[in-house]
């Protein structure tokens, strides 16, 4: 028990997993314990105190949190959205679960170890750092910027990127927060209708004019 092991090594303990307490009324109650040493004048452990500490509410805040967390992340993958933060030398330093079904990668393959503008087609590497650090250098929100990203696997995958800045409380530019979400399927089915109509268009206007034989 920790008064045994308190009174055998004198040393504090904190019980990591929260028990539970039945009232006379029935409600239950989360309670955090700690038992710690008591000492006489020539530092000799002569007995153990227990402290009851109710964490009912801080243990239901962390529930909601755990509960709030798990449907942003089941949002964002079925809309398949990544939500990222990177630093001001545009570091990922965050990256939700989506970015596994999007992009292939986990976030722990890319946490502090690769740059925004690094998951873009290598050709574009050199222009998107262009764009991507005046933004930075300005520290204005962007929305709607339609740009590639590179799968694991190599594939082109096209998102639709908004960003807002992020400040320390002291003003210091911390970075960006944001997200990316997948319209490869709505760009291909917008380039398919442009082609259709287009089609449409010329096949009207040959039946309008058809051409004809004059020899």
Do not use: M
């Not at 509410?57 to 990222?84: D, G, I, M, N, P």
């Not at 933060?85 to 170890?113: F, H, K, M, Q, W």
Request: charged fraction near 30%; charge should be negative.
């Amino acid at each position: 028990s920790p008064l045994t092991h308190v009174l055998k090594t004198g040393e504090r303990v904190n019980l990591e997993n929260d028990a539970v307490l039945v009232a006379p009324d029935g409600t239950r109650r989360r309670i955090a314990e700690n038992a710690s040493p008591i000492r006489d004048s020539a530092g000799r452990v002569v007995g153990a105190v227990l402290v009851f500490r109710d964490v009912t509410a801080e243990h239901r805040s962390r529930e909601l949190l755990c509960e709030s967390e798990a449907r942003f992340e089941q949002l964002a993958r079925q809309s398949r959205t990544v939500v990222w933060e990177v630093d001001a030398e545009g570091l990922y330093t965050y990256l939700s679960r989506g970015v596994e079904s999007v992009l292939g990668y986990s976030p722990e393959d890319l946490i502090g170890r690769v740059h925004l503008y690094e998951l873009h087609p290598e050709e574009r590497t050199g222009a998107l750092k262009g764009a991507v650090f005046p933004l930075f250098a300005k520290r204005k929100p962007f929305e709607s910027i339609e740009n590639p990203l590179l799968t694991k696997g190599g594939e082109t995958r096209w998102v639709l990127t908004h960003g807002i800045p992020l400040f320390a409380d002291d003003g210091t530019f911390r970075g960006y927060r944001g997200c990316d979400t997948d319209i490869t399927d709505r760009r291909q089915a917008r380039r398919e209708l442009t082609d259709t109509i287009a089609a449409l268009e010329s096949a009207a206007i040959y039946s309008k004019f058809p051409l004809t034989n004059d020899s």
